[in-house]
């Protein structure tokens, strides 16, 4: 039976499809091809119709924008026009278009996209709307929108379809809205603070910056293979070395790892980078970015996330690594005297403990898959182990540890940062272990780069530097359950034929 309806549905697709091709070949053969159509200027938009209806009132305006709807008054059609700020309704009539150019008007199908000529008037129900005086095809869709009541629910379409979800979907769009009033905020704070934006290679002969397993990609010239970034971070480094103090980069990463509703091969980040600051400070610019987009996006400091009531009041929470894991599991690393104590304590909380595996690692596994995912509230997380923090500063009060903080909201990761680490003697030899890692068969480890070495030994200041996911941020500003929901164009496995 349901197979029997998907045939009647396609059955009736072609049959649209075959109709609407008829009707502009019929254009066409009258000289009227919409598509020839190369300009048409309006003087207003719906939303700018409703939101000044008492100064507008009986003036003139043109509009554009697409059919949504059309009802039939024998002599006369009302009709929904939607642009960019919304719908505006049309009223049409033999009367003011002439017999010919309303029985044209008559063909039109909803999806349509058209230009108007017109004054501002209110109907009797008090809708403010456009008395037509002319109407021009501008172009035609020779595909059926979809079906009114029902919509566009599947989530696979709409992703696929963006075009579609946001053409039906009106909410959709102030998602992506938001999403760009964070980058614009982003811009703005980071510009008010003297960061200089900057852009750093997309393809590089070394994937690093991040522990992560890279896409690979071929130059035919060089004759070389290529890596896609999966971080901006040791570019920005050369350039603080260069004297650049205050630099930061908006841009796409790519790694080729799982997806889920948290993870898609391409997101976007902010990373930024100051001399002469260090972690603290790091915390005070993610505190401002979060706090003020949160404001110019949607109004408030208190937001709801799927279900969950968030507070971005700053100061934010802050707890080291160590004490977030004795706070949720009653472990408290710091009393254990050497690794063997920890792999019991990982053991008693039900962790596969690998050999070898040292206290660091272990209090990082602790966190990851016992704690992580309990810090709803806006929290600092501080002071990682140096085994999986090969690109921070160490503590000087453990050196076990590195002046590294994460964000979390809502049990995910917001941001990374740390006091860079800036020693080139500690930091090669992070990278060879790293190095060793993936030799080993750890294609997330990261690779020796001996010119990010070469530029540590000219000196690197103490800088601090942050990296922000602008993906997951519009998720929580949008109540959006999936990073789906918040790229235009998510990546999609084909449809198959």
């Not at 200027?41 to 305006?61: H, P, Q, T």
């Not at 900057?198 to 130059?219: D, K, Q, Y």
């Not at 929290?379 to 921070?392: G, K």
């Not at 002046?403 to 979390?408: G, T």
Request: hydrophobic share 40%; glycine share 8%.
């Amino acid at each position: 039976m349901a197979e029997d309806n998907i045939n009647n549905q396609a059955e009736d697709l072609s049959e649209i499809l075959l109709i609407r091709r008829a009707k502009l070949d019929r254009l066409r053969r009258d000289g009227r091809d919409p598509f020839m159509v190369t300009r048409f200027e309006r003087s207003a938009y719906a939303g700018d119709i409703k939101n000044n209806f008492e100064a507008m009132e009986n003036k003139s305006v043109t509009a554009a924008g697409r059919i949504m709807s059309k009802r039939d008054m024998g002599k006369a059609f009302f009709c929904d026009l939607m642009d960019p700020t919304g719908r505006i309704q049309l009223y049409v009539r033999v009367d003011d278009l002439g017999p010919e150019e309303f029985e044209e008007f008559k063909k039109y199908d909803i999806g349509d996209i058209i230009g108007v000529s017109g004054f501002v008037f209110k109907t009797r129900k008090g809708e403010i709307s456009v008395h037509c005086r002319e109407i021009r095809l501008l172009s035609k869709s020779l595909r059926p929108l979809p079906e009114k009541f029902h919509g566009l629910k599947d989530n696979e379409t709409r992703y696929r379809r963006r075009y579609l979800d946001l053409l039906v979907n009106p909410e959709v769009r102030r998602a992506f809205e938001i999403r760009t009033g964070i980058i614009k905020t982003v811009r703005s704070v980071l510009d008010g603070c003297g960061y200089l934006e900057v852009e750093t290679p997309v393809l590089n002969t070394i994937s690093g910056g991040a522990n992560a397993r890279p896409f690979i990609t071929h130059h035919n010239a060089l004759n070389i293979d290529l890596y896609m970034r999966i971080a901006t971070e040791l570019h920005l480094k050369r350039l603080v070395v260069g004297g650049m103090e205050r630099v930061y980069e908006i841009g796409r990463l790519f790694r080729n790892e799982g997806m889920d509703t948290k993870h898609n091969p391409e997101f976007t980040t902010v990373e930024f980078y100051e001399a002469y600051a260090d972690m603290e400070v790091m915390m005070e610019r993610t505190e401002r970015i979060i706090t003020e987009a949160a404001e110019r996006c949607v109004g408030a400091l208190k937001i709801s996330y799927q279900g969950a009531e968030i507070d971005l009041t700053p100061p934010f929470r802050r707890l080291t690594m160590a004490e977030a894991v004795r706070l949720h599991t009653g472990v408290d690393f710091h009393s254990f005297s050497g690794d063997e104590e920890a792999r019991a304590a990982a053991r008693s909380l039900g962790l596969e403990v690998k050999a070898g595996e040292t206290w660091g690692e272990l209090l990082y596994r602790c966190f990851d898959e016992r704690v992580e995912d309990k810090l709803i509230q806006p929290t600092f997380l501080t002071m990682y182990p140096v085994e999986v923090s090969p690109l921070a500063k160490r503590s000087p009060s453990d050196p076990r540890l590195t002046e590294r903080f994460e964000l979390f909201i809502c049990g995910r990761e917001m941001a990374n940062a740390f006091s860079e680490l800036n020693d080139p003697i500690d930091q090669k030899e992070r990278f060879l272990r790293q190095a060793a890692l993936r030799a080993a068969g750890d294609e997330e480890a990261g690779m020796m780069d001996e010119d990010y070495i070469c530029a540590l030994e000219y000196g690197l200041p103490p800088t601090g530097g942050c990296g922000i996911g602008i993906d997951r941020l519009a998720m929580l500003l949008t109540d959006s359950p999936s990073i789906r929901d918040v790229i235009l164009f998510p990546t999609m496995k084909p449809e198959a034929d």
